[in-house]
């Protein structure tokens, strides 16, 4: 299947991080203006509006009268968790290729912190909620209540079977952290190293704090528009190569690839097929980065190497600023904001348009963004060009 | 460790009063014979009802994790999934595991913690000698 010719021409990012005294909601909206204001477009010209909750709720259909939208030839509430962008790049292409629409809106916002917790204490409330009853009971009651317990479980497995280390993972934290110096909208600039990785404070076994992203207050919203409108508009369009989502549905008995492989491998394959290229085409990596494990399963589920073989290509310093395959270009997840997949799109559209500054990638003619979510249960990935794709 | 307190509800009464007898029981198909793991209602394969069955109570460890320790308790908290010969894997605490030299693989048995103001629950240790006489 050809893709449907569209770009993303607007981005709007609010103040991210430790926010206060805003609603998810008002994040959304402010997000939202910004970025039809980022594209050269008003929000009267808005004709189709994707929204998704976090944690915090509060996003819901009620933002199309926040925003005063009276003209919406499509509005839903989406969540597929952390796959969720992808999937709404995805539905508003098809949308704006139908000609029933063309101008949408996708935007994510939360507002789970609060200033007397901390990013975990703020994360365990929504996640633990509700009595120790029967079997979902005595699930959370042994300690799979978190994500983190989860992820680790999954990090795991991973290095049982591929020998992959706790230091690897460091590596893609360190990474990261190098990205996010050259990013100014990032909440964390420091620089840290492998040790500094392996002494801060275990969360779920093998995870380290370092190996977790951020929790972060804050709304990112896109504008979707058909390649021909883009090219009128304000900002460098990042056209929209291919897409694709993957749902695995791990089996939880013998033969499950629980941590081993993830929804990558065929949302992956997709999109690539969609856009005619192969991993050695993608010149950028903006890989959802839940935690640092997550980053290694994905790019060996893509085809960047082989499977096992994340760990000792992340050890050789080939994803970060200098590297081979630069990947998660803007910090990523762990070090500058955590707005779901929001925050690898953003980055790639950063990149697409040349705007990355001290951290722009020179060759930006291929960039892939990944969303994860659900456990390993959802995936979806978009590829973007400066480049029109030859249809 | 954390010992879990957790209360019975109509649906899980069968697997905790096997439990307090010191029985592990899974899901099995009544139509096609495959086992399930105990949340499971409906047979994946063949969508018949499943019924509660008697597992062996021998595994093999999958992955572990470890929640460090809280105030009040005395060690962290080891859990992860055991895959029951039977083939289900089963979330599970798992006691008496060493820090060291336990990978995916290790043969695994069930055993049963009988916490007071809480209902039984099995849990995996890898040390036989652990199985005369449950917690």
């Known amino acids: 299947m050809p893709t449907t010719n569209c770009a993303i021409t607007g981005l709007g990012l609010t103040d991210v991080g430790k926010v206060y005294g805003k609603s998810a909601g008002q994040f959304a909206a402010e997000a939202v203006r910004r970025a039809v204001s980022d594209a050269g477009l008003s929000t009267g010209d808005i004709d189709g509006l994707l929204v998704m909750s976090g944690l915090a709720k509060g996003v819901n259909l009620d933002l199309a009268g926040t925003l005063g939208l009276s003209n919406l030839g499509l509005l839903a509430q989406m969540n597929v968790y952390g796959a969720t962008v992808g999937a ?3 539905y508003a292409s098809l949308a704006i290729a139908t000609g029933n629409v063309s101008v949408v809106a996708c935007v994510f916002a939360d507002a789970p912190l609060r200033p007397d917790t901390t990013g975990g204490a703020a994360w365990s409330e929504y996640t633990t909620r509700g009595a120790r009853r029967g079997l979902p009971g005595l699930r959370a009651a042994i300690g799979l209540s978190s994500p983190t317990a989860h992820y680790a479980l999954a990090a795991r497995r991973h290095m049982s079977e591929y020998g992959t280390t706790s230091e690897q993972f460091g590596a893609v934290a360190v990474a990261q952290r190098q990205w996010a110096q050259h990013n100014p909208q990032a909440q964390f600039r420091g620089p840290i190293s492998i040790e500094d990785h392996q002494r801060s404070r275990i969360i779920s076994d093998p995870l380290h704090l370092l190996d977790c992203c951020l929790v972060s207050n804050g709304g990112a919203a896109i504008i979707v528009t058909s390649a021909e409108r883009a090219r009128d508009l304000r900002q460098p369009p990042a056209y929209i190569w291919g897409w694709g989502q993957g749902h695995p549905g791990h089996g939880w008995e013998q ?12 949302s992956g394959r997709a999109a690539m ?8 085409d993608v010149s950028i990596r903006e890989i959802y980065d839940c935690y640092t494990y997550t980053v290694l399963v994905t790019l060996e589920d893509y085809g960047f190497c082989a499977k096992g073989e994340a760990g000792p290509l992340a050890e050789s310093g080939a994803l970060g600023p200098g590297g081979a395959l630069p990947t998660n270009t803007g910090g990523g997840q762990l070090s500058a904001y955590y707005l ?12 697409a348009r040349g705007h990355g500054n001290e951290r722009q990638i020179a060759d930006n003619s291929m960039i892939l963004a990944s969303g994860n979510g659900g456990i390993l249960s959802h995936h979806s990935t978009v590829l973007l060009s400066p480049e029109l794709p030859a249809i | 460790m954390k010992i879990p307190i957790v209360e019975r509800d109509d649906r899980s009464a069968p697997f905790f009063d096997a439990a307090a007898r010191r029985r592990l029981v899974i899901k099995r198909c009544q139509n096609c014979a495959v086992y399930g793991p105990p949340r499971q209602r409906h047979c994946g394969r063949c969508g018949a009802e499943m019924t509660w069955s008697r597992a062996s109570g021998e595994a093999r460890l999958v992955t572990w994790t470890a929640s460090p320790a809280k105030k009040g308790d005395e060690s962290e908290t080891r859990f992860g ?10 979330e599970t605490l798992l006691v008496d595991l060493p820090i060291d030299g336990h990978l995916a693989g290790t043969p695994m048995h069930v055993t049963f913690l009988h916490p007071d103001g809480g209902e039984s629950v099995p ?3 890898a040390n036989t000698s652990r199985l005369a006489g449950d917690q």
């Open chain 2, 123 to 125: 849990a995996f240790t």
């Open chain 2, 81 to 90: 999934y055991v895959e029951l010969a039977e083939g289900p894997w089963l």
């Open chain 1, 255 to 266: 033969g499950s690839q629980f941590g081993l492989t993830t929804g990558a491998v065929q």
């Open chain 1, 340 to 351: 779901v997949g929001m925050t690898p799109l953003i980055e790639a559209v950063t990149q």
């Open chain 1, 273 to 280: 097929k969609m856009a005619g290229v192969t991993p050695a």
């Open chain 1, 88 to 90: 709404m790049i995805e």
